[in-house]
């Protein structure tokens, strides 16, 4: 339960189907444990969903017995494509589908709703900055990392000196759109992978649900042709293949490799290119049995090229909490936002 009369803020996070909520006092102690989940209303539209995020930060509240007067900033953090500032793409997107949405300042919206400041970063970034503060702790603010959450897409986010890096229109981190050498690491045979977004060899072309389904599976199920997936429609043999793979199956394994593959790739390119501390893996290719999961992140690892002057101060490690770290991430953001304007003196009768 809160402690009575210490102010919080609150953080949010909106996905497709359902909000999370959490709430963080200003002392930095987490008073939600797990998953506070509602329902985010996102495919009725925009005011729906506003409202919908006004119920989850009430309910936050309500859980925690925190008064709303206490209540200083909220963050929150969407799925993207969005800017900086939290305004939804003007070419829509997967989760925001509806027309309403293209161009739809959420984070605006939110603000004049709870009449609250509201912080915003899209949910990689999110993830990648909860990930940061709890690995460094005390030290966050003079570390840097760089986070690839494997998903539907693969998402991430680039944090320095203990802030997530935005950029000029709110598009860095998109790791998942970084081309990566593909020589050595296709198979024979095995066609170039293509993105959603028209990219050929990118990323998250390899690593993630999506490119297991479009170009991963549809491959190593040619070299394994009497393979039990085979039998699967594409679209469900992706969701069941990691099941395969904690069971150490041939045709799982040598498909994760390509995905590991992919990201220690990736992680190179961010070793010469922001050389951080930290290099954290997330999603549910690590929310796994903890055979496969620690197998997984050592493949990554020894595909990542690092100088020896980097190799003696860099570290590997997991994304925890995936589930949580959204609303969490968002919460210290919208934390760290409060502790940079100085608090207003109390008027003197």
């Not at 210490?6 to 909520?21: E, I, K, M």
């Not at 409202?51 to 309500?62: K, Q, S, T, V, W």
């Amino acid at each position: 339960m809160g402690s009575a009369g210490v102010p919080v803020v609150v953080g949010l996070d909106n996905g497709g189907t359902s909000n999370n909520a959490t709430v963080l006092t200003v002392d930095g102690r987490f008073l939600v444990d797990g998953l506070l989940e509602i329902p985010s209303e996102v495919r009725a539209g925009p005011d729906a969903a506003i409202e919908a995020l006004a119920r989850a930060l009430d309910g936050a509240l309500a859980q925690t017995g925190v008064p709303r007067e206490l209540v200083r900033a909220v963050g929150l953090d969407t799925p993207g494509p969005a800017s900086a500032t939290g305004v939804i793409s003007s070419r829509g997107s997967t989760n925001f589908s509806q027309p309403a949405w293209r161009g739809f300042d959420v984070r605006g919206a939110l603000e004049r709703r709870l009449g609250l400041p509201v912080i915003y970063h899209n949910d990689g970034n999110a993830a990648a900055l909860y990930a940061h503060h709890v690995y460094f702790g005390a030290e966050a603010m003079n570390r840097s990392s760089v986070s690839a959450i494997v998903g539907t897409g693969l998402g991430g986010g680039v944090v320095e000196g203990g802030r997530v890096i935005a950029g000029a229109a709110g598009m860095a981190g998109e790791l998942g759109h970084v081309h990566i050498p593909l020589t050595g690491l296709l198979g024979p045979e095995q066609p170039e992978p293509t993105c959603a977004c028209g990219f050929t060899g990118d990323v998250e072309s390899v690593a993630s649900l999506t490119g297991i389904e479009r170009n991963l599976l549809p491959y190593w199920l040619t070299r394994y042709p009497d393979h039990p997936l085979a039998a699967e429609p594409v679209a469900r043999a992706a969701k069941l293949v990691r099941g395969y793979g904690e069971r150490g199956d041939a045709l799982a394994r040598d498909l994760f490799t390509q995905q590991a593959m992919a990201l220690g790739r990736l992680f190179t390119v961010a070793a010469n290119f922001t050389d951080p501390h930290a290099y954290f893996v997330g999603g549910g290719v690590v929310e796994a049995a903890p055979e496969f999961r620690d197998w997984f992140l050592a493949t990554v690892r020894e595909h990542t090229v690092l100088r020896k002057e980097q190799a003696a101060v860099a570290t590997f490690a997991l994304v925890p909490e995936r589930d949580m770290a959204g609303a969490r991430g968002v919460a210290i953001a919208a934390l760290e936002a409060l502790r940079a304007v100085p608090e207003p003196s109390p008027l003197v009768a």
